[in-house]
């Protein structure tokens, strides 16, 4: 099925931190924080909200289709989208600007800084929800330029599409009453559970009044699980361990591709946050947030041996 993805595509630099952050900053002095981080692991890879979502969706058989943006070094990002199958006809390519780049040092308690370039990001302006051609069965907003996640939550909302609401690390850059807008334009609202007290916060709702807007409220909860609330029940759902523990990095992206694979198959929650924690744990497993891969086979089996049940 073809499901719409606004989002960040980004070249990813990952790196190890053998220590933690906390033993090198004195809070008594973060006004004159001064501080340098010495990394024993640095991987390259492929990254952004958009490009992280659409990979594992496509491992798990949908039709991605990303809208977002790349720089003038866009080759190796297109090359290695077309060896894993993945369209590219709605990726605007920017002559001028390097693609958007994250650098992000995660420590050994798996706490983690990151830096954010931007970059040709805010060429999505120019992409409009009613111009893709293909049937879409979901739209999934997630964090990028501020502006192009209005545009195009507006534009899906307005069209009657289902719309996905995934504000991220963008919270902080709306205002009240933009948060409250675009979460009455969604269909689904998820974060983990900090961004969730952020946004209830922010918006002066509780959860409560944030479900009289939304069919669906997600709130992943790391090594704990996640939940789904609606008006009618919570369901609480565990994590699937993973084999080994090489880099969380991109497990929330996962997640979000294997929740919302199985809701456009019309499975009922439960099975889809329990397909979401199956997705992640591959995700967990690699260094990088589109290194793993999986079977069909592979993936029902892992999903059978946490759950107890057939997918």
């Known amino acids: 099925m073809n499901i719409a993805i606004s989002g960040s595509l980004a070249y990813d630099f990952v790196m190890d931190f053998p220590d933690e952050f906390k033993n090198h900053i004195m809070p008594d002095n973060l006004h004159i924080l001064n501080v340098c981080f010495m990394i024993d692991k640095l991987n390259k890879g492929w990254g952004g909200t958009a490009g992280n979502i659409a990979y594992t969706m496509k491992l798990l058989g949908q039709e991605p289709l990303m809208l977002s943006a790349l720089g003038k070094d866009a080759r190796e990002y297109m090359s290695h989208f077309e060896k894993n199958n993945l369209s590219t006809r709605y990726i605007i390519k920017d002559k001028d600007q390097f693609t958007s780049s994250a650098y992000i040092t995660t420590d050994k308690a798996d706490n983690q800084l990151t830096a954010f370039y931007s970059g040709p990001l805010e060429r999505s302006l120019e992409q409009n929800i009613k111009d893709i051609e293909e049937k879409v069965n979901l739209v999934i907003v997630s964090p990028t330029q501020k502006e192009v996640m209005i545009k195009h939550l507006k ?5 009657g599409l ?14 009240e009453i933009e948060l409250k807008k675009m979460i009455g334009q969604a269909d689904f609202l ?11 916060e922010k918006t002066g709702w509780s959860l409560e009044e944030i479900l009289k807007y939304v069919k669906a409220l997600v709130i992943t909860l790391g090594g704990r699980g996640s939940v789904v609330r609606t008006e009618e029940e919570t369901v ?6 993973p084999q080994s523990v090489d880099d969380p990095t991109g497990a929330g992206d996962a997640y979000r591709a294997g929740f919302f694979s199985g809701h456009v198959l019309g499975y009922e929650f439960k099975k889809c946050a329990q397909m979401g924690a199956v997705a992640s744990s591959y995700a967990i497993e690699n260094y990088g947030t589109q290194a793993h891969s999986f079977t069909k086979t592979d993936f ?12």
């Open 155 to 159: 534009e899906a909302h307005e069209l």
């Open 162 to 175: 289902e719309t996905v609401f995934d504000p991220g690390q963008q919270i902080t850059t709306f205002s």
């Open 190 to 200: 998820i974060g983990n559970d900090y961004e969730i007290k952020l946004i209830s």
């Open 236 to 241: 609480e759902v565990g994590v699937c361990s």
């Open 300 to 311: 029902e089996e892992r999903y059978k041996k946490t759950f107890n049940e057939e997918l």
